[in-house]
């Protein structure tokens, strides 16, 4: 078992829309973390993750989530999954708590992709 306090958490500013508290677990399968969203993430462009997928469950406000061939409206109580490759962006006035299989590492997410920008995976 692994337990971490809030106290714990290591806050992230993304960018000046995008805060997030990530909740650093010695497991390299999966991990947590939550996301407070302003306005857009990334702040233009995509962001993409080439190792992991995640599920965001939004936790209160409401936003939607872009993909290069979707778009979906979210609001409290929704889930989301975003599969590892796919370009995406946030919009909107939400908090979301995400987590991700691998675990997320920095390394491999990328932002501010245009979406005919070649991604080179890491």
Do not use: F
């Not at 462009?45 to 979906?72: D, F, M, P, Q, R």
């Amino acid at each position: 078992m692994e337990y971490i306090k809030h106290e714990m958490a290591i806050r992230h500013a993304n960018s000046s829309n995008c805060i997030a508290y990530e909740y650093p677990m010695q497991n390299s399968e999966i991990n947590i973390g939550v996301v407070e969203i302003t306005h857009r993430y990334p702040d233009q462009g995509y962001a993409i993750n080439h190792k992991c997928s995640e599920i965001g469950y939004i936790l209160k406000g409401s936003g939607k989530l872009v993909t290069e061939i979707s778009e979906v409206s979210l609001s409290c109580g929704d889930v989301v999954y975003i599969p590892h490759g796919e370009r995406y962006y946030w919009e909107g006035n939400m908090t979301v708590v995400v987590s991700s299989t691998p675990a997320w590492h920095p390394e491999q997410h990328q932002v501010n992709l245009c979406a005919d920008e070649v991604i080179s995976s890491s």
